[in-house]
């Protein structure tokens, strides 16, 4: 289950949605239920988001239970208008939610730690996210086609992609292609909390009002996303809270080169594949070493080798592990 189904999508906890329900329909010893028989007690219920729905269905659940946490009070501030405000109910809803669940999957040894520190009860267990990786592989022979498309001449691309949110970092990659005019930058994501996303009207004047080498996209299919990752030069994603980050995994799966702030989750899962920066100053000198074509090829080896973890057969491999788990401590 996912509210997002119903709710807000084109965001990462939506994307991860959608890959459980493909890989599950890809292993023969599962079935996806619906209706009367989702509530049965032989049913293992996975849920991936945290509102009210979410609690009620599992107040209701029969069987056993599990819910992955992509969501921690850390991804709202930045995120959703007046997060910091309500921090301490957030933490105590937060808390409660995830108690409810039989198992809670911790998507990094990062959300491992913050679960800890919220006081969850129940077991954690670190279930890393994947994806099929063959969907974005397949695109790499039309780049050329692909780069002619969006428009592309011969500068190197960089590309950002997420939500428009202060957490995101829209500002500092803005900032960056200020100081660097002769590249392109690309920002692909929308503002889907609307009037509740946190510094909308601020965003919302840089989106309408950005400098000639800086593009934003909006909120585009997933599968566009995937021909922006194929197309781009450069990875380059400042943001302030991950707990996985998605994105940055389509981008190593497509070979790109990573620029991104030296977060815990990331230092979890690519190691040192990436190129950790902190401020404004240090990511434009990042990127200026990545204007060699050379360079920005063996960045993206390492990138796309901290990537072949986390890919489809490794999805279904979780996923089961997880089911039975949640199944054998009921």
């Known amino acids: 289950m996912s509210e997002s189904v119903f709710t807000v ?20 010893e599962f079935e996806c239920v619906s209706g009367v028989r989702a509530y049965g007690r032989n049913v293992v219920l996975h849920v991936h988001t945290m509102g009210p729905f979410a609690a009620l269905r599992m107040l209701a659940h029969r ?24 921090r301490g109910p957030v933490r105590w ?29 129940g077991p954690i267990v670190l279930a890393a996210n994947a994806i099929d990786e063959k969907r974005i592989r397949s695109l790499a022979a039309r780049r050329p086609a692909l780069r002619r498309g969006f428009g592309w001449d011969g500068r190197p691309v960089v590309l950002g992609v997420g939500q428009i949110q202060p957490r995101k970092g829209v500002e500092e990659f803005v900032a960056c292609a200020r100081s660097l005019p002769h590249l392109r930058f690309v920002w692909v994501g929308g503002m889907q909390f609307g009037m509740l996303s946190d510094a909308r009207h601020d965003l919302t004047r840089l989106r309408e ?34 707990t996985f980050g998605l994105a ?71 996923l089961r592990e997880a089911y039975l788990r949640a199944a054998a401590e009921r």
């Open 209 to 242: 009002n950005p400098p000639e080498n800086v593009v934003f996209t909006g909120l585009v299919p997933r599968e566009e996303v995937f021909k922006y990752c194929a197309a781009a030069d450069v990875f380059f994603l400042p943001s302030k809270h991950e």
């Open 93 to 121: 809803y937060m808390r409660r939610v995830f108690d409810l669940a039989t198992l809670v999957l911790s998507v990094s040894g990062a959300t491992t730690l913050e679960l800890e520190e919220l006081g969850v009860r």
């Open 63 to 86: 069987g056993p239970s599990l819910i992955s946490a992509h969501v921690t009070p850390g991804t709202l501030l930045g995120s959703i208008k007046g997060a910091h405000l309500a």
């Open 9 to 28: 999508r084109g965001h990462g906890v939506h994307s991860v949605f959608e890959e459980s329900i493909r890989a599950i329909n890809q292993m023969p």
């Open 248 to 318: 940055t995994l389509e981008a190593a799966v497509a070979g790109l080169p990573l620029v991104l702030p030296d977060l815990p989750c990331y230092r979890d899962w690519l190691k040192d594949a990436y190129l950790p920066g902190r401020t404004v100053n240090e990511y434009v000198e990042l990127l200026r070493e990545l204007e060699d074509e050379r360079v920005r090829a063996r960045w993206g080896e390492r990138a796309s080798a901290a990537a072949a973890g986390h890919d489809s057969r490794a999805l279904r491999d979780g």
